[in-house]
């Protein structure tokens, strides 16, 4: 089972930047659907952005459109999360997935088979 590890997290400014990453352990990676999940203390999880396996759909929730952007680089086994005009509502811990299914909506938390442990990004005001 490929293993996936978050880094990049921290605290920031609000208005600032951070790149998050996320390491897979093995090449089976390039075939998955991955994705980055949040959860702020007493909310659920909820998706932030996700993209296909080979780089070319992505796809964004829309409280972050425009200040987020995914990607992924299959020779690396690795997926970034590059976030800009962080907010204070984009405090959250921050997760990684992959799914399975190419088929399955990207967007929904259900649909992902493994989950990295997290790593926390603050924005302060």
């Known amino acids: 089972q490929v293993q996936l590890v978050e880094s990049g997290g921290g605290l920031v400014q609000a208005g600032g930047s951070l790149r998050l990453s996320c390491a897979a352990s093995g090449r089976t990676f390039i075939s998955y659907t991955m994705g980055w999940f949040r959860q702020a203390p007493g909310k659920e999880r909820e998706f932030v952005a996700a993209i296909r396996s080979g780089g070319g759909s992505t796809y964004y929730a829309d409280s972050v459109k425009g200040r987020f952007t995914i990607s992924r680089d299959n020779a690396k086994i690795t997926m970034y999360l590059q976030m800009s005009s962080l907010k204070p509502e984009d405090t959250a811990v921050y997760y990684c997935?992959?799914?399975?299914?190419?088929?399955?909506?990207?967007?929904?938390?259900?649909?992902?088979?493994?989950w990295g442990q997290g790593t926390q990004v603050t924005a302060s005001s």
């Open positions: 997935a992959y799914s399975l299914g190419q088929s399955r909506q990207p967007n929904t938390a259900t649909n992902f088979d493994s």
